[in-house]
């Protein structure tokens, strides 16, 4: 059984460009949430995604933008990147009667 | 936003002690959990709470839901040397999807 899975695993962009990053949940899970862990920091949350829709969102600029898609998995945009978007980006997996399930985390990098 | 204070930072332990480290909150949380997380990976989870009170175990780990819910502890029995990494409390408020993340106990074990 597959857990969650994310690409890619490191990405290098430069300031202003585009990014997109990929998850698919653990199989039986519907619910999919973006964290963003900066180094030495427990992750902070972007946003959720339930039924195609964004449920909820933290205290993330615009830039940051998602999508999910009917087989539940999900992607996170984000625009005019900032060195300060350097992070590892999280997704988690969930469903009513389970809790959040992490993938590996894409390494993201902006120079 | 709301702030989980965990505690320890980080600790350096013997193998075979024991350890405690612990989460709190000026907000009444409804659930928490508790993560392991190692470099280069994203948090597993290793015990989730719902109700106050509540204590449970996973192998050496024990978990307990404050009474006043917003707490919560996590102890490891007998420390072994893969018990090594950083754990990380996670509370989520009622009628909220999201979760808020403490900023994590580095923990060291020395064989």
């Known amino acids: 059984d597959a857990g969650v899975t994310q690409s890619p695993t490191h990405l290098i962009k430069t300031r202003g460009q585009q990014v997109t990053l990929r998850c698919s949940p653990k199989?039986?899970?519907?619910?999919v949430s973006w964290y963003q862990q900066a180094l030495g920091q427990g992750p902070q949350f972007i946003f959720q995604y339930y039924e195609e829709e964004e449920r909820q969102r933290g205290n993330f600029p615009d830039r940051f933008s998602g999508h999910q898609f009917p087989n539940y998995s999900s992607e996170l945009n984000v625009n005019a990147l900032l060195l300060g978007d350097s992070a590892l980006y999280l997704c988690?997996?969930?469903?009513?009667?389970?809790?959040?399930?992490f993938g590996n985390g894409t390494r993201l990098t902006v120079t | 936003g709301q702030q989980l204070n965990q505690s320890p930072q980080s600790m350096f332990i013997q193998e075979g002690e024991d350890v405690s480290m612990n989460c709190t909150s000026s907000s009444i949380f409804n659930t928490w959990l508790w993560y392991k997380q190692d470099p280069g990976e994203g948090p597993v989870l290793l015990i989730a709470?719902?109700?106050?009170?509540e204590l449970t175990s996973n192998g050496r780990l024990t978990a307990q839901f404050g009474i006043t819910r917003k707490d919560s502890f996590l102890n490891i029995s007998a420390s072994i040397p893969s018990d090594v990494g950083i754990y990380f409390c996670a509370g989520q408020l009622a009628n909220f999807n999201k979760f808020y993340f403490g900023s994590g106990t580095k923990l060291n074990v020395k064989p």
């Open positions: 988690a997996s969930s469903n009513t009667n389970s809790p959040l399930h």
């Open positions: 199989s039986g899970h519907d619910t």
């Open positions: 709470l719902y109700k106050a009170g």
